[in-house]
């Protein structure tokens, strides 16, 4: 068995590494190896990742994927069991109560309640969104649901900034 001080690369695995433009007596002077003109001939040419000879690369052949939509909902998640362990029985569970229990952290456009875990207490829970097998839970457990409507900003702000925008004006007949 070798150890690591008697290791040695086997024979013929590697060579020197090719010296050109070092005059005409080393047999790679003038033109380096590289014809004489045409493109392959030039400096700063063909090197970039992904040139296949001026077919069309791969990465402009292959569709572009995936979209992150600039107005997404995004909830944050509550799950039963959280419920279950936070708060005690005949809480109101909104965001604000989650916010204050760390269940919520950063910022969400609403809260969603999914049933993964078990709830045995009596909560009312107002959310804007609730899982079905969610929703049977917490009513089994003598507890009630309200959902709340998803609102991201005041009806009259936006009445206001959308004022008049995609509206066309009535064509006037011509005299």
Same mark, same amino acid.
């Given at each position: 068995?070798?150890?690591?001080?008697?290791?040695?690369? %086997?024979?013929?695995?590697?060579?020197?590494?090719?010296?050109?433009?070092?005059?005409? &007596?080393? #047999?790679?002077?003038?033109?380096?190896?590289? &014809? &004489?003109?045409?493109?392959?001939?030039?400096?700063?040419?063909?090197?970039? @990742?992904?040139?296949?000879?001026?077919?069309? %690369?791969?990465?402009?052949?292959?569709?572009?994927?995936?979209?992150? %939509?600039?107005?997404?909902?995004? *909830?944050?998640?509550?799950?039963? #069991?959280?419920?279950?362990?936070?708060?005690?029985?005949?809480?109101?569970?909104?965001?604000?109560?989650?916010?204050?229990? #760390?269940?919520?952290?950063?910022? *969400?456009?609403?809260? /969603?309640?999914?049933?993964?875990? @078990?709830?045995?207490? /009596?909560?009312?829970?107002?959310?804007?969104?609730?899982?079905?097998?969610?929703?049977?839970?917490?009513?089994?457990?003598?507890?009630?649901?309200? @959902?709340?409507?998803?609102?991201?900003?005041?009806?009259?702000?936006?009445?206001?900034?959308?004022?008049?925008? #995609?509206?066309?004006?009535?064509?006037? %007949?011509?005299?």
């Amino acid at each position: 068995m070798s150890i690591l001080t008697n290791l040695k690369r %086997p024979e013929g695995s590697w060579h020197r590494k090719k010296r050109v433009g070092r005059g005409q &007596g080393s #047999g790679l002077g003038k033109t380096a190896g590289r &014809g &004489g003109k045409g493109q392959k001939a030039r400096s700063g040419n063909m090197r970039f @990742e992904g040139f296949e000879g001026g077919q069309s %690369p791969l990465q402009r052949r292959l569709p572009k994927f995936g979209f992150n %939509p600039p107005n997404r909902t995004t *909830y944050a998640v509550v799950n039963l #069991g959280d419920l279950e362990h936070v708060f005690d029985a005949g809480a109101t569970v909104d965001e604000a109560a989650l916010k204050q229990a #760390g269940l919520v952290k950063g910022r *969400y456009d609403g809260v /969603k309640v999914l049933a993964h875990g @078990e709830l045995a207490k /009596k909560l009312t829970v107002r959310v804007n969104k609730v899982s079905a097998a969610a929703r049977e839970n917490i009513e089994k457990a003598g507890g009630s649901v309200e @959902e709340l409507p998803l609102v991201a900003h005041k009806p009259e702000s936006a009445a206001k900034a959308h004022a008049g925008k #995609g509206v066309k004006a009535p064509r006037q %007949p011509r005299a």
